[in-house]
């Protein structure tokens, strides 16, 4: 699987660029996207599914090009959890799903078994029976990423898929994600850095329509790996200095003192030392470097 995007713009009618020059390949595993809200990562996944059409600019999909008379086609293979989901609130979590399998043209004794199987791994089994529209948020979010998942896609698309979950359910997602990840290809978008830190070994990031970065996680780390510090300090005039010219990405208290952690291009004015970078720590730097 294969999908390239080159030179992809997409503008809206009220002049909104979205996206803007867009180039990046999509490798097979799973790529995380991460930006900032408006960043375009909404954008670029409706573009992918076949919602909205590229103003400029090309999309392939193993060499299929991205034009009306290709979606038919191009839907086929892939599977896409919008951010904002709405499923047959009168149908339970069973009939919403064999409902979706059978407008996807799935066998029915197949379709059952894949429901089974994918309601045991997200642990909705013992809530088949409710309707959609008694469901919590996250409840829902799992119904949408099994219904994005029935029809064993190449291309899975999925926006905030762990969106409301507890920290066992993101794991279990997590890792189902990975499993079906093999030999084929997940684009991933979320706000949760943890989540892409523990599934993703490329990711993109998007900053106001351009791409900002594409590469590997490992690279992106090593890149901020001697601007991430660590300073201890007593004074709270210290920490509204620390606050007023550095980006914190963490707080903590040790001892009596305030253990703050920072992102700098430069060594801080005020004691401190160089740390371990985590992929929060090197978005943070990426966005504020550019």
Known sequence: ???HIKDLT??????????NHANLEIPTGILGLLGENGAGKTTLMRVLATILKPVKGTVTLDEILYKEENYEKIQRKIGYLPQEIDLYPTLTVRECLEYMGNLSGIDKRE???????????????????????????????RVGLIQALLNEPDFLIIDEPTTGLDPEERIRIRNLLVDFS?????????HVVEDLAATCNCLAVMKKGFILYAGSVRELI???????WICKTVSEEQVR??????????KQYENGEL??????ETKPSVACMQTSTTLED???YLMNKN
């Open 259 to 264: 253990q703050v952690k920072l992102v700098s």
């Open 10 to 19: 997409v503008t809206f009618r009220n002049g909104v660029t979205a996206i």
């Open 1 to 3: 699987m294969s999908i």
């Open 282 to 284: 090197a978005y943070i």
């Open 241 to 250: 200095e620390l606050e007023k010219n550095y980006h914190i990405t963490s």
């Open 222 to 228: 090593e890149e901020a790996n001697n601007h991430t």
């Open 111 to 141: 379709c059952r078994k894949r429901i089974d199987y994918y309601l045991e791994k997200t642990s909705l089994a013992d809530h088949q029976k409710k309707k959609m529209k008694q469901l919590s948020g996250g409840m829902k979010r």
């Open 182 to 190: 093999e030999n084929r290809t997940v684009l991933f978008s979320t």
